[in-house]
């Protein structure tokens, strides 16, 4: 596995390419100034340039795209090992290009300009091939196997653990920003919170006013917010009542 080509200059590339480095021979991304910036010398921005000598294709597409790509792709390597990178396609979606096909599936959130270290990330592989996980054991200590419904389950998990959170961490920066505060106030608490739901567990460590049943303090709340994000605030306030009431 010592050429390897990215198809893809997205935010995984991003990590990806680096954590291989060497070994990687081209990469290609719609975008060339993406592809030239993770690999100098060896980008493209065409499909058809991709080269077909390569002993790895790893393809870190948005996941829209990785079906039509391996569609597109077919026969250019049928004896090289093919693996994509997504949480929720499933290894399916590669057969056009052969027999040695998997997934490498890292459970991390990736963001150009963010070089993340591969080796304490978790990675989830798919596929017969031994090669996979020779693959993901050259990036990381722990490497763990799952098929296409538990990783679109993980992948399901995550966008509840990861994005979804971030996403009420805008809206807190949001409420601060607009009363001239800063959101590294609530580091502390955030560090805080995380630390504890990974030592004991996010069922025990859960704390507040919905947790409390304290109804004069939500309704205080919402008054205090504008309607949408009064009714998101209701509806988190009644799902984590309802967890504590099984």
């Known amino acids: 596995m010592n050429r390897i080509v990215v198809i893809g200059g997205g935010n995984v590339a991003a990590s990806l390419v680096p ?49 039509p790509t391996a569609q597109r792709l077919a026969r250019l390597n049928p004896g090289a090992l093919w693996v994509h990178t997504s949480g929720s396609v499933p290894i399916e979606a590669l057969e056009p290009l ?15 300009g963010r070089r993340r270290d ?25 490497v763990l196997e799952a098929d296409s419904a538990r990783r679109r389950r993980l992948h399901i998990a995550a966008v509840f653990g990861c994005n979804f959170v971030n996403h009420l961490w805008a809206i807190a920066d949001r409420l601060l920003g607009d009363d001239g505060m800063s959101f590294d106030l609530l580091e502390p608490l955030l560090r805080e919170t995380l630390d504890k739901a990974v030592e004991t567990g996010p069922r025990s460590g859960q704390t507040g006013p919905a947790r409390r049943g304290d109804t004069r303090v939500m309704e205080s709340h919402k008054k205090m917010l504008p309607p949408e994000l009064a009714d998101l605030y209701s509806r988190l306030s009644e799902s984590i009542i309802k967890m504590y009431r099984q």
């Not at 030239?36 to 597409?61: F, H, Q």
């Open 19 to 67: 954590a291989l480095g060497d070994r990687v021979v081209q990469v290609y991304s719609r975008t060339h100034a993406h592809a030239e910036e993770l690999a100098p010398g060896r980008a493209t921005d065409c499909l058809d340039s991709v080269t077909a000598d390569a002993d790895v294709y790893i393809i870190t597409l948005v996941d829209d795209a990785v079906a």
């Open 98 to 112: 052969g027999p040695r096909r998997g997934v490498v599936y890292p459970l991390q959130t990736f963001s150009r």
């Open 118 to 142: 591969f080796a304490d990330i978790p990675i989830f592989i798919e596929g017969d091939d031994p090669a996979v996980g020779l693959l993901a054991r050259s990036l990381s200590r722990r």
